[in-house]
């Protein structure tokens, strides 16, 4: 078990370009999350799975953005369109359901630069 | 609607030097408190997490933390610095209850081990 996997690590990318990230989790966790962090902030929740279903999105997730997690195992999040204001560390977590408690490991972060 | 304020952004201490990191939270409803360390371009690792019970808790790393309910604090302390704990801190809330497993973050205190 390695842990929460996130590619790429670093991406730059034109204004109105499309961009993809992708986030493995940690085997077996049933629940994956994506927040934003951006220079001088703690992150940010942007949305939440619980195996394939996506229960909860945050207002912060405009229209351009989507994420799926097809079969409950790996995640994708896509920004069409890229703004200036969408330079941020891409963070995703994973966790599995114990009682009522879980706790969340986070991946080391897709770092996004919009030029 | 939760809100963590942890009240120093940046915090420069002497090596083997105590410290302590102060964090408020607001909430309307019980929760989780959490303490998250961030090392440069690095994601987040959790130090420690209060639950319920003893409102003092160890955490890795030689840090701990005590919940105060009345005064809705967490601070997060250490009594002897070393250079390797300079890092991002994050303090964070989640509803304890169920159906909402998103983590509200503060802005994080920066700490800096001065040799």
């Known amino acids: 078990d390695t842990g929460v996997s996130q590619n790429p690590r670093h991406k730059i990318t034109k204004r109105g370009q499309n961009v993809t990230f992708r986030c493995d989790p940690i085997s077996e966790h049933n629940r994956l999350y994506w927040y934003r962090q951006t220079l001088g902030q703690g992150p940010e929740f942007l949305t939440y799975?619980?195996?394939?279903?996506?229960?909860?999105k945050s207002r912060l997730l405009s229209d351009r953005f989507s994420a799926e997690r097809p079969k409950g195992s790996f995640s994708t999040l896509e920004i069409q369109r890229t703004e200036q204001g969408d330079s941020a560390m891409y963070l995703c977590?994973?966790?599995?359901?114990?009682?009522?408690?879980?706790?969340?490991?986070f991946g080391q972060g897709t770092r996004l630069t919009v030029v | 609607a939760q809100s963590v304020t942890q009240l120093d952004s940046q915090v420069p201490v002497f090596e083997e030097a105590p410290v302590e990191l102060r964090c408020n939270y607001s909430s309307s409803v019980s929760v989780y408190l959490f303490w998250y360390v961030q090392y440069p371009n690095q994601g987040l690792q959790l130090l420690l997490k209060y639950l319920s019970g003893s409102t003092l808790v160890k955490g890795i790393n030689g840090f701990e933390a005590e919940f105060n309910k009345s005064q809705t604090s967490f601070h997060l302390r250490k009594p002897s610095v070393h250079i390797s704990d300079t890092a991002e801190y994050f303090c964070?809330?989640?509803?304890?209850?169920?159906?909402?497993?998103?983590?509200?973050f503060g802005k994080g205190t920066k700490l800096s081990v001065i040799p």
């Open positions: 799975f619980q195996n394939e279903a996506q229960l909860e």
């Open positions: 977590a994973s966790s599995l359901d114990w009682q009522d408690f879980t706790e969340a490991f």
């Open positions: 964070a809330v989640r509803n304890s209850g169920a159906g909402s497993y998103q983590l509200t």
